[in-house]
Nanobody, 116 residues
Framework: QVQLVESGGGLVQPGGSLGLSCTVSGFTFSSFSMRWYRQIPGKEREFVAFISTTGSTPSYADSVKGRFSISRNNAKNTIYLQMNSLKPEDTAVYYC?????????WGQGTQITVSS
């Protein structure tokens, strides 16, 4: 059974930093690329970051480029999202994602609130 579990959400002031983790099980983690998405209530889920199986080719949405960093530890079945210089518009529920044989799998999401 494929499972993705995010952690690390919370409240942070503008300009602050926060790190998210997503630990997975039920599949061969090192064989699959991973993504972070986010969603604001009433809006579509949007892509945030992508990491390949080896971690060598990350990519980012323009809105977070230069501020967010995605990484992975294949030995721990975990991906990370380091978020710096956070802005109020980064407030959202953040989800990790992978696609296996044409099926999208999602975690339960973790809330990030950027507010003073």
């Amino acid at each position: 059974q494929v499972q993705l579990v995010e952690s690390g959400g919370g409240l942070v002031q503008p300009g602050g930093s926060l790190g998210l983790s997503c630990t997975v099980s039920g599949f061969t983690f090192s064989s699959f690329s991973m993504r972070w998405y986010r969603q604001i209530p009433g809006k579509e889920r949007e892509f945030v970051a992508f990491i390949s199986t080896t971690g060598s080719t990350p990519s980012y949405a323009d809105s977070v480029k230069g501020r967010f960093s995605i990484s992975r530890n294949n030995a721990k079945n975990t991906i990370y999202l380091q978020m710096n210089s956070l802005k109020p518009e980064d407030t959202a529920v953040y989800y990790c994602n992978t696609m296996i044989r044409g099926t999208n799998y999602w975690g339960q999401g973790t809330q990030i609130t950027v507010s003073s």
